[in-house]
């Protein structure tokens, strides 16, 4: 749930399958860009700090473009979203 307070979302995502062996899975989650945007006006309450919020969507483009990877489990609500990626080669 961290990658929404990442300021660099595609290197912390390079990072990820860096260090995931053949085989291994990544998952990323990240809240829900509609609870992040309502909750920012509210300050104290979770998602008020997530100041860089990244859509599955975009994540999901992002990886198929730049890795060799198996989607295993794609799930969305308003509150938070998660993606797992089997990695299908070794660096």
Same mark, same amino acid.
């Given at each position: 749930?961290?990658?929404?307070?990442?300021?660099?979302?595609?290197?912390?995502?390079?990072? =990820?399958?860096?260090?995931?062996?053949?085989?291994?899975?990544?998952?990323?989650?990240?809240?829900?860009?509609?609870?992040?945007?309502?909750?920012?006006?509210?300050?104290?309450?979770?998602?008020?700090?997530?100041?860089?919020?990244?859509?599955?969507?975009? =994540?999901?483009?992002?990886?198929?473009?730049?890795?060799?990877?198996?989607?295993?489990?794609?799930?969305?609500?308003?509150?938070?979203? =998660?993606?797992?990626?089997?990695?299908?080669?070794?660096?």
């Amino acid at each position: 749930m961290m990658i929404d307070d990442c300021l660099n979302h595609q290197k912390l995502v390079h990072e =990820l399958f860096r260090c995931t062996k053949k085989n291994g899975v990544v998952m990323i989650s990240g809240h829900g860009i509609d609870l992040v945007g309502e909750l920012s006006k509210m300050p104290g309450l979770l998602g008020a700090s997530h100041k860089n919020p990244v859509s599955p969507s975009t =994540l999901d483009k992002y990886v198929a473009a730049n890795f060799n990877t198996e989607e295993i489990k794609r799930w969305k609500n308003n509150h938070a979203w =998660l993606r797992i990626y089997k990695k299908l080669y070794s660096d």
